[in-house]
């Protein structure tokens, strides 16, 4: 029988089906015990929609895998950052036309200053490469994706904001 981490590792993300949900980092651990198996993930965003979804696909692959026990929990600390996608998840996102994240802002401890602008993002495109784009919206088809343009080949394109 296959591993049950091998097979959670398998499963893709909902809204995004080129990653993983490993490569997402959104799969945290995955462990047997006595015939069953306690899978661990973390959500993107609070709120996610996806999140009944991703524990419905473990649920299925692993049973379908021959794990008749399986339960998924939802783990809400360390929160998901964008650091946690993979460096294939990212040329994964690159691949299909979506802008993978940059490094994600790094804040000092204690109370989180209130901005009332956005924040301000360089996204190169990645069909042509381009860094000359412009913030059409600031959401996406998803929360967690905003929509630009690029000046210089014209196209639009999604990128994974950095949280």
């Known amino acids: 029988m296959v591993s049950a981490r091998a097979v959670a590792e398998t499963v893709r993300d909902p809204e995004l089906p080129m990653l993983t949900l490993a490569d997402l980092g959104v799969l945290r651990e995955v462990s047997?015990?006595?015939g069953a198996v306690t899978v661990s993930i973390?959500?993107?965003y609070t709120g996610c929609p996806a999140m009944d979804t991703m524990r419905d696909d473990l649920v299925h692959a692993l049973r379908d895998a021959g794990y008749s026990r399986v339960e998924v929990r939802t783990v809400l600390q360390p929160a998901w950052s964008t650091d946690w996608i993979s460096e294939r998840g990212r040329r994964a996102l690159a691949e299909a036309g979506i802008a993978p994240?940059?490094?994600?802002?790094?804040?000092p401890a204690g109370p989180i200053p209130l901005t009332l602008s956005p924040p301000v993002r360089r996204v190169s495109c990645p069909r042509c490469g381009s860094a000359d784009t412009e913030l059409v919206s600031q959401f996406g088809a998803t929360a967690c994706?905003?929509?630009?343009?690029c000046r210089s080949c014209d196209e639009p394109f999604e990128h994974v904001k950095e949280i």
């Open 32 to 34: 047997e015990s006595d």
């Open 42 to 44: 973390t959500p993107t």
């Open 101 to 107: 994240p940059g490094s994600a802002p790094r804040r």
């Open 145 to 149: 994706k905003s929509l630009l343009r």
